[in-house]
């Protein structure tokens, strides 16, 4: 927004606020930026990026000792992740959703991944 909106805004929205100096208004932004939110709550920042495709794995990896089809993976498990976590935390759950791939091609190729490695290590 620009400065002279801003102070507008400021005069018609909140006037009991237009005599605060500017770090009452740098501490509010500290507070709203430091808020626990739903990501800081499952995951730390270094290993935010690394939790679907780990979750992915350990899902892909149920699957396959299941011995159900892939397909298992977005037809069931996303959808109930998807609700216990708006039922429990009553926030919606599509960023965590996203972060997660299980399509059947992704699950395949996990579960080829795994087998492999396995293969390797029993052989060596």
């Given at each position: 927004m620009?400065?002279?909106?801003?102070?507008?805004?400021?005069?018609?929205?909140?006037?009991?606020?237009?005599?605060?100096?500017?770090?009452?208004?740098?501490?509010?932004k500290d507070k709203l930026q430091k808020r626990p939110t739903l990501d800081r709550m499952f995951a730390s920042t270094s290993q935010r990026n690394d939790d679907g495709l780990r979750a992915s794995y350990n899902i892909s990896l149920l699957i396959a000792k299941s011995?159900?089809?892939?397909?298992?993976?977005?037809?069931?498990?996303?959808?109930?992740?998807?609700?216990?976590?708006?039922?429990?935390?009553?926030?919606?759950a599509s960023d965590f959703i996203k972060r997660i791939p299980l399509s059947s091609n992704t699950v395949e190729r996990r579960i080829d991944a795994m087998s492999s490695d396995i293969e390797s290590f029993l052989c060596n």
């Open positions: 620009k400065p002279s909106k801003l102070q507008d805004h400021l005069r018609r929205c909140h006037p009991d606020r237009t005599d605060k100096d500017l770090k009452y208004f740098q501490t509010l011995g159900k089809p892939h397909t298992i993976g977005e037809k069931l498990i996303l959808p109930a992740v998807e609700e216990v976590l708006e039922t429990v935390l009553h926030k919606p």
